[in-house]
C-alpha cells in the first residue's frame, strides 16, 4: 500500500491519501443508517479537500464510492496505471497465472480490461478461468457470506480457489486472502507491481487481529514518516499485556472471530482483580464483557506473561456481577 | 420460571482463585435480547463467578442466541 501511494505521488505529483472504510460491508449486512452515516463523513472531507478525482483500487470501494459521492470522479487505479505504465520495479513471474474477477468487477467490463491489460503490458502470462469476467464466481466474500455463514463460505472458497491449477493472480484483497485461506496460492496485482518478498503467492491469509493491526501500524508509519506529524497510537491499557497463543487458541480465535485485543482486555482483567478460576490439573479459566460479547480466555501464567491456551464466546449475558 | 438444567454444565475440579472455593452447581440468571432464563450452572458459592464451558457456549447458547436473533 505504501509503495503504491508512493509511486501515484512520484508520477502524479500531488495526491493525498483517505484511509476510511467505503461501507461495503455495512451495505451487505443491510446497515442502512450506517451507510448513510459513512456517506456523509465521506462527501464532507471531499468537498474540504475541493472535490479531487478519486483513485481506488479495490474493486468494491469504486462501485461503493461511485453511489456514495455523487458528483465525484472515481477512478481505478489499475485504469490509472494503465495510462502510466508499470512502476519500475515490478516483476514478471515465470509461470502461467490465471485471472480471477472479483464479484465487484462483473459489470465493469472497463476495470476487467484495464486488469489483463496491465498484466499484458509486464509481459506476464495468463489464462482464464471457465468462469470469469461478467460470468466471474465468488471467493465466498461476497456479500459477508464468509462471516454469516462461514461453512458455506468456506465451502464457496475452496470451490472457487480449486477451479484453476495455475496459481490465481486477482485484483482484490479479500478474493487473494481468501484463496490463500484455503490453502491456493494466488497473488494480488500488487504482489507483482509493488513486490516485496519473492514467495508472495503463498504468503498466508493475515487473519482478523492481524489485518486489523496493520492498519493501525500503516496509518502510524504514514503520520510518522511522511507527514510528520506525531498520531502516535497511544497504547490502550489492555494493549500492554504480554501475551502468547498456543496454535489451537490462533485457530479457535480465527474460527470464533475473537481479536488479540479481546483476549488482552480479558486478561488485563485478570491482573487487576485477581478473578479468574483455576482447575486442579493448572487450566485457568476467565471471563470478560467489554461490550456486548463475553469473552472465555483459558491460558497459563509465565511470571507477567500469559500464554493462552483456548478461547470461547457468547453474547447471552450473565447477570449478577461477572467481570 | 423453572430451572433449566444443561448436561454440558456438569465440569469438574474448577475452584475460584479470589476465593479458593470450589464450584457448586447453582441458578443463574441469563439474559439476551429482552429474554431472561435461569439456567443450573457452576459458579463460586462466596462471589458468584459461573463459568460457561466452551461446549456450552458455542452448542445450546449459541443455537438459543440465534433463535433469538431470527425472532
Ligand atoms: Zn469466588
Not at chain 1, 503463498?202 to 493501525?216: D, L
Request: glycine share 8%; aromatic share 6%; hydrophobic share 40%.
Amino acid at each position: 500500500m505504501e509503495a503504491a501511494y508512493a509511486d501515484l505521488r512520484a508520477r502524479l505529483g500531488d495526491v493525498g491519501l483517505m484511509l476510511q472504510c467505503c461501507g461495503a460491508p455495512a451495505h451487505w449486512a443491510g446497515r442502512r443508517e450506517k451507510i448513510g452515516e459513512l456517506a456523509g463523513t465521506l462527501n464532507q472531507r471531499w468537498r474540504e479537500l475541493g472535490e479531487p478525482r478519486i483513485i481506488a483500487a479495490c474493486p468494491s470501494c469504486v462501485s461503493m464510492l461511485r453511489q456514495e459521492l455523487a458528483g465525484a470522479e472515481i477512478v481505478s487505479h489499475w485504469t490509472v496505471l494503465r495510462e502510466l505504465g508499470p512502476p519500475e520495479g515490478a516483476v514478471t513471474p515465470q509461470e502461467v497465472l490465471a485471472v480471477n474477477d472479483p464479484c465487484a468487477a462483473r459489470d465493469d467490463r472497463m476495470v476487467q480490461e484495464d486488469f489483463r491489460a496491465m498484466l499484458k503490458m509486464m509481459g506476464v502470462s495468463f489464462v482464464e478461468p471457465e468462469l470469469s469476467g461478467d460470468l466471474t464466481q465468488c471467493c465466498g466474500y461476497g456479500g459477508l457470506l464468509n462471516e454469516a455463514n462461514p461453512e458455506l463460505g468456506k465451502r464457496v472458497s475452496e470451490l472457487r480457489a480449486g477451479a484453476v491449477n495455475e496459481d490465481w493472480v486477482t485484483y482484490c484483497v479479500m478474493c487473494r486472502d481468501l484463496f490463500a485461506k484455503s490453502g491456493k496460492r494466488a497473488l494480488h496485482l500488487y504482489d507483482l507491481l509493488y513486490p516485496r518478498s519473492d514467495e508472495a503467492a503463498s504468503r498466508p491469509a493475515p487473519g482478523y487481529s492481524a489485518r486489523r493491526e496493520n492498519r493501525v501500524r500503516l496509518r502510524e508509519g504514514l503520520l510518522r514518516e511522511l507527514w510528520r506529524e506525531s498520531g502516535e497510537h497511544v497504547a490502550e491499557p489492555h494493549e500492554t499485556v504480554a501475551v502468547t497463543f498456543s496454535d489451537k487458541a490462533l485457530e479457535a480465535m480465527e474460527t470464533r472471530r475473537i481479536l488479540k485485543s479481546d483476549v488482552q482486555k480479558v486478561l488485563m482483567q485478570v491482573r487487576e482483580t485477581g478473578r479468574y478460576l483455576v482447575n486442579d490439573d493448572g487450566r485457568r479459566l476467565a471471563s470478560f464483557r467489554p461490550a456486548v460479547v463475553t469473552y472465555w480466555v483459558e491460558f497459563e501464567q509465565d511470571g507477567e506473561a500469559f500464554v493462552v491456551q483456548n478461547a470461547w464466546s457468547h453474547r447471552m449475558c450473565i447477570k449478577g456481577g461477572q467481570p | 420460571m423453572s430451572v433449566i438444567k444443561v448436561p454440558e454444565a456438569d465440569v469438574s475440579g474448577w475452584k475460584c482463585a479470589a476465593c479458593g472455593e470450589e464450584l457448586v452447581s447453582m441458578p443463574v440468571e441469563l439474559e439476551y435480547l429482552e429474554s431472561l432464563f435461569t439456567v443450573e450452572l457452576p459458579a463460586c458459592p462466596a462471589c458468584r463467578f459461573v463459568l460457561i464451558p466452551e461446549e456450552l457456549a458455542l452448542g445450546k447458547m449459541h443455537q438459543v442466541e440465534q433463535l433469538l436473533e431470527d425472532k
